[in-house]
């Protein structure tokens, strides 16, 4: 049995030496190479970093990003990557919670990681890997004192205090999930997994080690090409790609770009989406260039690793369904909890989604307050200690025991006198014609439903359709329309943006 991550890379670099395990614009790296390369750096940070400790890294990914975050593993170190775009100002809050001794970039940001150092030393990688050496037994002694618990990386959410959560995760929780998650896919050495997702985003964990695991080939796409729709299209077809594990976002933006009409990568056999309800329409056009290939909605969140429920779409979806979160993964326990902590199970009803198992990650690094806030003892069992995560989301079964994803606990609001949920308010105006993206927020002092929409539709004309499908205690005060929608570090709407432009009062809308 499995209880180290580097036991993936160094089986790969074994049996396929001489295979592409990653690649980037700049170039390819072997699996051999990526071994020694991280060795290397793992070497030299033994001198700097203590067991489960982390290295923190600020640089965009790469492949020689790859062996800065594998080198922190074989060090016994943890890595966290920085968002390089990201204010300087949250920069600096992660890294006082962090509190890393080392900070590892590249020669493209080093004068920006720079004004960190402060905080702890910088290097640069390509320095350590031109004067780096492999020391085979001081490795060794470390690994022999690892556990699979220890943590493997922290990835940064928002918090509501203003202070970062660094969701950590461990080696076990990892392993097992990417053991199921390519078994449940059929992700093999003969794939190429497209990721989209940047290193600080666990959606790129299941690139990362379905590569590591399978032997299949990471090809990186740079953030940059998902504002180049011709760009990106062509790198996914150049390459040809087989497996996409992408955000919602991420889609939409090829489907509203009509990239897909300039060239299909038509070796994709496989798309996966999760982080946001997916809008039908927008699929439909996927579906309509790739009709051969399968569609899987992922669900979870961050502090699950990755995802706890997948489901294979099986039939056509009108624009108004909603595509459903569907059944656990193995090993995996997901249930729903009312308002009093009693479980759910009769379809329609809702609840809080709850999850339990090996995929809890280890809490919120340097946080015991919040963490006990979110990962505590199962309500339903008085018997023996069974931590469960509380995950914020509203969910309920649908008749065939799939679960579906309603809407975040935050975004239910109490309208006059009845309890709404503004995800199905969004759903219903992307389900509209000439309507590719919508996203409500509510004004609670005023008591105004707020939508914001992109495309081609008049607000006017919209508002007029919505009152013949929504209940009038569900049609929005106002409608916003907008360009584009602005989007977070991970590629999900940012409602917090959307509030300060409503509350600016800029922007053109449609009163009801």
């Known amino acids: 049995m499995k209880h180290n991550i580097l036991e993936l890379l160094e089986h790969s670099a074994a049996e396929y030496p001489d295979r592409v395990a990653f690649g980037d614009p700049t170039g390819e790296i072997t699996f051999c190479e990526l071994e020694n390369n991280a060795k290397k750096i793992g070497t030299f940070l033994t001198e700097y970093v203590r067991p489960c ?70 290097y640069c990688i390509e320095e350590l890997l031109e004067n780096g050496r492999i020391d085979t037994g001081k490795l060794k002694k470390i690994r022999d004192t690892a556990m699979d618990t220890d943590p493997l990386y922290v990835n940064f959410t928002s918090g509501s205090t203003g ?50 695991m399978t032997g299949a080939r990471v090809q990186i796409i740079p953030r ?70 399968t569609y899987v909605n992922l669900y979870g969140p961050t502090e699950i690793t990755c995802n706890c429920t997948y489901h294979v779409l099986d039939h056509a979806y009108a624009d108004t369904e909603v595509i459903p979160a569907g059944k656990p993964f193995p090993n995996e326990k997901v249930f729903l909890l ?15 989604i709850c999850v339990s198992g090996t995929c809890l990650a280890l809490g919120y690094y340097h946080d015991p307050e919040r963490t006990a806030q979110a990962f505590m003892q199962n309500p339903l069992n008085c018997d023996y200690q069974e931590m469960i995560y509380r995950t914020g989301d509203i969910g309920r079964y649908d008749t065939d025991g799939n679960l579906i994803y309603v809407s975040r606990k935050d975004f239910q609001i109490k309208h006059l006198g009845h309890r709404i949920e503004l995800g199905e308010i969004e ?78 009062g800029k922007k053109p809308r449609h009163e009801a």
């Open 338 to 352: 009312d308002e009093q902590d009693h479980e759910v199970t009769q379809s329609g009803k809702d609840g809080e």
């Open 53 to 122: 400790r982390p290295v923190a890294f600020y640089l965009e990914k790469s492949n020689l990003a790859m062996c800065g975050m594998l080198g922190a593993v074989y060090a016994r170190g943890f890595y966290c990557v920085l968002d390089t775009r990201q204010p300087d100002a949250r920069t600096r809050k992660v890294l006082e919670v962090l509190q890393p001794a080392v900070i590892l970039t590249d020669s493209e940001n080093r004068d920006k990681a720079e004004l960190f150092s402060d905080t702890a030393n910088v």
């Open 163 to 212: 202070v970062p959560k660094g969701v950590t995760v461990c080696h076990r929780s990892v392993l097992e999930f990417i053991e199921y998650f390519t078994s449940v896919f059929h992700i093999t050495g003969a794939d190429v997994l497209a990721n989209q997702a940047p290193f600080d985003f666990d959606v790129s964990v299941k690139d990362i080690y379905s590569g590591l």
């Open 427 to 504: 759903n219903v105006a992307m389900s509209r014609d000439g309507v590719t993206r919508a996203c409500c927020i509510y004004d609670t002092e005023k008591k105004r439903i707020i939508l914001f929409c992109t495309g081609s539709r008049e607000g006017a004309d919209l508002m007029k359709e919505l009152r013949t499908v929504l209940p009038p205690f569900m049609i929005p005060s106002s409608i916003h329309p907008l360009e584009e929608m602005p989007l977070n570090k991970n590629g999900k709407i940012d409602r917090k943006q959307l509030t300060e432009l409503y509350q600016s």
């Open 224 to 293: 940059e090409y998902f504002s180049a729709p011709v760009q990106l299209m062509d790198y996914l077809a150049d390459h040809e790609v087989t497996v996409l594990v992408w955000a919602v976002s991420a889609m939409c933006f090829v489907s509203i770009m009509n990239g897909l009409s300039y060239r299909v990568p038509q070796n994709v056999r496989m798309v996966m989406f999760s982080g946001e309800v997916m809008p039908v329409k927008h699929l439909r056009t996927w579906q309509k260039y790739l009709p051969d290939a």
